[in-house]
């Protein structure tokens, strides 16, 4: 029997603690011994203060990018998505495609060890392909490896050689496995820690940092002197769990910390113009909105989907809650994402939701339990609340549950008649910019939890078969023509209340500098140094327009 979650994180303590014995030896020195070596200082800590707390550290289940911009300093993936949203080398130093696209040959770069001293190879590789194929035999909802099912097989050529030969081209391959679910750990790593083959809560991999300590609070990783490449400047990084957004402003304010992620919307004026801080804040690739449950009354009824659509002033949050760090959406997918096409609009139009309401024989007084993370995504409660009050303008009683992300993911991660609640707020994300990467993972019935992230438990088998084509399509016109019809018939049905596309704003103090903070919303902090200079930004190209 398959296992639900299997490797579901935290339920209420902590499963990882490094426990370090000291043995302390004391000596007694005669008078004239030498002096004593200088004390080694201890190596500076680079804070850092983020909303959420991990789900999960076993890589197979790192579905967001929350949780991969903390493993990504301690893993690595063969390939890589750079700062303009290209695949560039990592591991693998260089690669060929066969002809008919269904073969990969990786060659590795040499002289990499992991954090045990394991040196990499092909072997270690075919290794971690085992295991995920393991994974996805056994834990019925991991995403990563129910990816690698077009795989047929991975072969080690030569000590530094592997080839994946794929049932048939799948043209973001090497997107998919820029993602940490597809890193590469050390094959001894189930040995160690306590972990399990199935469930490696301690990665070991060949990255910049190490995991020295989990605690409910804070992720504490130690400088890896084994690093193949740069030596990062700071000897350790301190990644804080806090949820409220204005603590973690407190911490920056009171040099607690040195960076936080999403400060308040509110306060990015004041904090850009003070001189102790820098601010950067792009357009992102992540996409907010409310999912519905399609299988539960009253959204199992389109009418009630598309009357929720038109209760909300989504331009008025954007201005009175976020600021203007956000961008109304037009399709299901941000723009710049290669297979985005706009769509429509859900203008504001509380009159004609209420009448469609009264069509669909709503009660005034329905009530409906809405869920929202606390801390995921910028000003999200917040904006729940807000959300409640349109939503009570237009009759319904709303209630808004705050949780805290694992909290919530067990809320949401179960069969749908488990699931109790009617709303959640939601986003994503892609991990390449591709609607591959985000389209099948919300919208397609196969992806329902528990196996896979589409919570809106939304069916329409039209854009089931139109993602399926979609996603094998190598023809770039054809792909993108099939994807535009899925949006058109997704954004028809109305199975979320489609918000914006967020922007991320990052902020750290003056001086510091090499920090890059990419439009997925991974933020590169493993090689930030002391400085002077001012950050340098560098453009985005908008790709995959297709209408």
């Known amino acids: 029997m398959r296992n639900p979650r299997l490797v579901r994180f935290y339920g209420g303590r902590t499963v990882l603690v490094l426990s370090l014995v000291v043995a302390l030896l004391v000596v007694s020195l005669p008078l004239n011994a030498a002096p004593a070596r200088p004390v080694a200082t201890a190596p500076e800590t680079l804070r850092i203060g983020i909303g959420v707390r991990p789900d999960t550290l076993e890589i197979s289940q790192a579905t967001n990018a929350a949780v991969a911009n903390l493993l990504e300093n301690v893993v690595e993936t063969l390939v890589t998505v750079d700062e303009n ?15 008919n696209g269904r073969e990969y040959t990786f060659h590795l770069a040499q002289g990499v060890s992991f954090q045990d001293g394991t040196p990499l190879n092909a072997a270690a590789v075919v ?11 056994d834990v019925s909802d991991c995403v990563a490896a129910e990816q690698l099912a077009p795989v047929e097989s991975v072969k080690a050529i030569d000590a530094n050689t592997v080839r994946y030969t794929l049932s048939r081209p799948i043209p973001t391959f090497l997107g998919t ?31 910049p940092f190490t995991i020295e300590k989990l605690s409910a609070d804070q992720l504490e990783l130690r400088r890896f002197d084994g690093y ?13 769990f806090i949820t409220s957004p204005q603590e973690r402003e407190k911490g920056l304010a009171n040099n607690q910390l040195d960076v936080i992620l999403l400060p308040s919307a509110k306060q990015l004026p004041a904090l850009a ?15 907010i909105f409310v999912n519905l449950n399609n299988q539960k009354a009253p959204f199992n009824d389109v009418r009630v989907r598309r009357a929720v659509n038109m209760a ?16 109304v959406m037009d399709s299901p997918l941000a723009a710049g994402i290669a297979g985005y096409c706009s769509v429509g609009s859900y203008d504001y139009n509380p009159a004609a939701a209420r009448a ?31 959300i409640a009050g349109y939503l009570r303008e237009v009759g319904f009683a709303v209630t808004v549950k705050a949780l805290d992300w694992p909290a919530m993911m067990g809320e949401l991660y179960r069969p749908p008649a488990q699931v109790t609640a009617d709303m959640h707020l939601f986003g994503w994300a892609p991990t390449f910019p591709d609607a591959a990467g985000q389209l099948p993972m919300l919208y397609q019935s196969k992806e329902w939890p528990p196996f896979g992230p589409a919570s809106t438990f939304y069916k329409n088998p039209q854009v089931d078969r139109l993602l399926d084509q979609a996603v094998l399509e190598a023809a770039p016109g054809t792909r993108n023509d099939l994807f535009c019809q899925a949006e058109k018939a997704i954004w028809n049905d109305a199975p979320a209340i489609f918000l914006w596309a ?31 200079a001012k950050p340098v930004e560098k453009p985005v190209p908008q790709k995959g327009k297709s209408r």
């Open 127 to 137: 290794w971690n392909y085992d295991r995920l194929k393991l994974i996805e035999a």
């Open 312 to 327: 909300i002033d989504k331009q008025a949050l954007i201005e009175q809650v976020l600021h203007g760090a956000g961008t």
């Open 356 to 386: 469609l309401l009264a069509e669909a024989k709503v009660a005034p007084g329905t009530r409906l339990t809405m869920l929202t993370p606390k801390g995921r995504y910028l000003e999200d409660e917040a904006v729940a609340n807000k």
């Open 228 to 240: 193949r490449g740069e030596r990062p400047s700071f000897g350790k990084l301190a990644f804080k």
């Open 177 to 207: 496995v820029s993602w940490v679910a597809f890193g590469i750990l050390s094959p001894r790593s189930d040995k160690v820690f306590g972990n399990q083959k199935l469930n490696i809560q301690h990665p070991v991999g060949t990255g």
């Open 85 to 99: 949203g290209q695949i560039a080398p990592q591991l693998a130093e260089r690669w060929e495609v066969s002809p």
């Open 273 to 287: 113009k003070n001189a102790r801080y820098e601010v950067v804040s792009r357009p992102s690739s992540r996409t």
């Open 502 to 532: 967020q922007s991320f704003p990052v902020t750290f103090r003056e001086g510091l500098t090499n920090i890059v903070s990419l439009p997925s919303e991974k933020v590169q902090v493993a090689f930030a140094k002391r400085g002077t």
